[in-house]
């Protein structure tokens, strides 16, 4: 069975268009975003959410690496790769930290995930300059209609009430520093995905560093964590959004290593501000305007000539 479901995972990441792995990966973050939510409502911390969603997700790229570990491992430039994983394993710490943070504080997910994906442009320039990426006027004009439409989302967040917005700061200040470690990261990972690692293989190792990392920041409060009243219905949630960040991730990496600009992929993505600012309407009481509808279409727009 396990082998089946490899050659079936192997069968898909090798016969689909970058954006459909694009466009699996945006759902799958926007699913993970609102289980997030849910779980930070509970009253648990950033910490604690990674080290879990990152210890599942392990084991799941465990799974399906095993067969081929050894072969992985006898790869060229297998050293050097994980020498760059390790170093984006401290970034994806602090990016994930700061994500989950501004998730939990600010007034609508959407807002803080809007925020973070400005990192479309930076990512996109950089790999022209880094990487000699494809560089098309079109498209980065549809990025920069997506950055349109993102800000159309979060307008009426900004512009009311001044006093409370003052009060509220820091999660501006988290989804700003997600966005510069989100930057990093995924600069790195187009680094290493043309070393010859597959998506599979890099997320192996990037999580389990990962983990690693959030076992140790965790470690004076793992001693009390499982009293936590909560802590059946926490483990519960954080294992079904392990499942989406697995499916986000390992499609994600997919369209990194095939896109012809790592940007073009986190310009798609980012389109799951739609999805988490409308869902979280309804269920974290948020409210949607005109500009907001009009932002949508925006989005939608800049999406399509990416993919064109």
Do not use: H
Not at 282 to 305: E, M, N, Q, Y
């Amino acid at each position: 069975m396990l082998s089946l479901s490899l050659l079936f995972i192997d069968n898909i990441l090798f016969n689909m268009p970058w954006y459909f792995y694009s466009i699996i990966a945006m759902l799958s973050f926007s699913a993970m975003v609102l289980l997030i939510k849910r779980i930070r409502d509970l009253g648990f911390s950033s910490r604690k959410i990674n080290l879990f969603l990152f210890g599942f997700v392990f084991l799941d790229f465990i799974l399906i690496n095993v067969p081929s570990l050894d072969k992985t491992i006898a790869s060229p430039n297998f050293w050097y790769s994980l020498e760059l994983i390790f170093l984006t394993s401290i970034v994806a710490i602090f990016a994930n930290l700061a994500n989950i943070k501004s998730i939990g504080i600010a007034p609508n997910p959407g807002y803080s995930q809007a925020i973070k994906d400005t990192n479309i442009l930076p990512v996109t320039i950089l790999s022209v300059l880094i990487f000699g990426s494809e560089f098309s006027l079109l498209k980065i004009f549809g990025a920069v209609l997506i950055l349109g439409g993102i800000f159309l989302l979060i307008k009426k967040e900004f512009s009311v009430n001044l006093k409370q917005r003052r009060r509220n700061f820091p999660w501006y200040i988290y989804s700003l520093g997600a966005a510069l470690f989100f930057t990093a990261g995924a600069l790195l990972l187009k680094k290493i995905t043309l070393l010859g690692l597959s998506s599979k293989e890099i997320n192996l190792f990037l999580f389990g560093l990962s983990w690693i990392g959030f076992l140790i920041l965790n470690i004076q409060m793992l001693r009390g964590i499982t009293r936590d009243k909560k802590f059946s219905q926490f483990l519960k949630l954080a294992f079904l959004a392990s499942c989406f960040s697995f499916s986000g991730n390992l499609f994600g990496l997919q369209a990194i290593t095939l896109a012809p600009n790592p940007g073009y992929y986190e310009a798609i993505k980012s389109a799951s501000v739609l999805i988490v600012t409308f869902l979280s309407t309804k269920f974290f009481s948020s409210d949607a305007t005109p500009s907001r509808i009009f932002g949508t279409i925006v989005i939608i727009l800049g999406v399509t000539l990416l993919v064109l």
